[in-house]
């Protein structure tokens, strides 16, 4: 398959998990893992493609507040997935990084996360992030304080206050912005993702459930973001 234009850097809302469950009548945990097969598929397909940075949203700030079950089968998921992948990780060159407020993770999954976070730290194949315990709103809060805290030090003056700068104190420093963000599942909203980064995103929802997803979809998505013209607020000729 060839593209004539592909993001160098794709962000994934992976959604609809519990409802793919539930039509099978299944327990939702087991929509979780299907979810991570796709989330395999994808990751091969996108080193296939050569797209440089892969971002998915895997569990949101406001997540915490499932049920402590639900938390609770997610986050040893995250620990087993981790562990089980490290190798494939390793021999594909793939660096895993994270965003998110982590210290809420509990220890196990956070040791296994930085741990692999660390063992891949010098690889470039694929730049991985996973969106964990993540918001948006919660990001942009703590860039403003970091800011404040800075300029209340004299390390920055307030003149210095740009996007480049501000960019810098967010989890994703030094990553490029979204070309492409996709989300599953037929929900059309953003779901505090990425608000400050996504300015001039080409997003793509699918009603296609997460755990479905798998390398067509990809296909059919990229071709999608091939036909799009992006301006940035400049005239296209
Ligand atoms: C996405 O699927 C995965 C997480 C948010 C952790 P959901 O669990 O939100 O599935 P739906 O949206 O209820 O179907
Ligand atoms: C967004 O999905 C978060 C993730 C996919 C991890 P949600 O299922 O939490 O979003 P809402 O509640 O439908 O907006
Ligand atoms: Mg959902």
């Not at 929509?31 to 493609?49: C, D, F, N, P």
């Not at 300015?199 to 929802?205: G, K, R």
């Given at each position: 398959m060839n593209f004539k234009n592909m993001p160098n850097h794709l962000a994934i809302i992976m959604d609809g998990n519990g409802r793919w469950a539930k039509k099978r009548g299944l327990d939702r945990i087991h929509g979780h893992i299907e979810g991570i097969k796709s989330l395999k598929t994808i990751i091969k397909a996108v080193m296939e493609y050569k797209i440089k940075y892969l971002t998915v949203y895997?569990?949101?700030?406001?997540?915490?507040?499932?049920p402590e079950s639900e938390v609770d089968s997610l986050m040893t998921l995250l620990d087993e997935y981790i562990r089980i992948e490290l190798s494939y990780l390793i021999e594909n060159k793939i660096r895993l990084g994270f965003i998110g407020?982590?210290?809420?993770?509990?220890e196990k999954s956070k040791k296994a996360l930085l741990d692999a976070a660390d063992r891949t730290?010098?690889?470039?194949?694929l730049f991985l992030t996973l969106a964990l315990s993540y918001g948006s709103k919660e990001e942009i809060l703590n860039a403003v304080s970091k800011t404040a805290e800075d300029l209340k030090q004299g390390k920055?003056?307030?003149?210095?206050?740009n996007d480049n700068l501000f960019s810098?104190?967010?989890?994703?420093?030094g990553m490029p912005d979204p070309d492409m963000l996709i989300r599953t599942?037929?929900?059309?909203?953003?779901?505090?993702?990425?608000l400050y980064q996504i300015a001039y995103t080409e997003i793509y929802f699918t009603k296609t459930l997460w755990p479905d997803f798998r390398k067509k979809d990809l296909i059919r998505a990229l071709q999608d973001y091939e036909k799009r013209i992006r301006r940035f607020g400049k005239t296209d000729i």
């Amino acid at each position: 398959m060839n593209f004539k234009n592909m993001p160098n850097h794709l962000a994934i809302i992976m959604d609809g998990n519990g409802r793919w469950a539930k039509k099978r009548g299944l327990d939702r945990i087991h929509g979780h893992i299907e979810g991570i097969k796709s989330l395999k598929t994808i990751i091969k397909a996108v080193m296939e493609y050569k797209i440089k940075y892969l971002t998915v949203y895997a569990f949101s700030s406001e997540n915490w507040q499932r049920p402590e079950s639900e938390v609770d089968s997610l986050m040893t998921l995250l620990d087993e997935y981790i562990r089980i992948e490290l190798s494939y990780l390793i021999e594909n060159k793939i660096r895993l990084g994270f965003i998110g407020n982590i210290v809420k993770i509990p220890e196990k999954s956070k040791k296994a996360l930085l741990d692999a976070a660390d063992r891949t730290k010098d690889f470039d194949s694929l730049f991985l992030t996973l969106a964990l315990s993540y918001g948006s709103k919660e990001e942009i809060l703590n860039a403003v304080s970091k800011t404040a805290e800075d300029l209340k030090q004299g390390k920055i003056a307030s003149a210095d206050i740009n996007d480049n700068l501000f960019s810098s104190y967010l989890y994703t420093s030094g990553m490029p912005d979204p070309d492409m963000l996709i989300r599953t599942s037929g929900e059309r909203r953003i779901s505090n993702f990425m608000l400050y980064q996504i300015a001039y995103t080409e997003i793509y929802f699918t009603k296609t459930l997460w755990p479905d997803f798998r390398k067509k979809d990809l296909i059919r998505a990229l071709q999608d973001y091939e036909k799009r013209i992006r301006r940035f607020g400049k005239t296209d000729i």
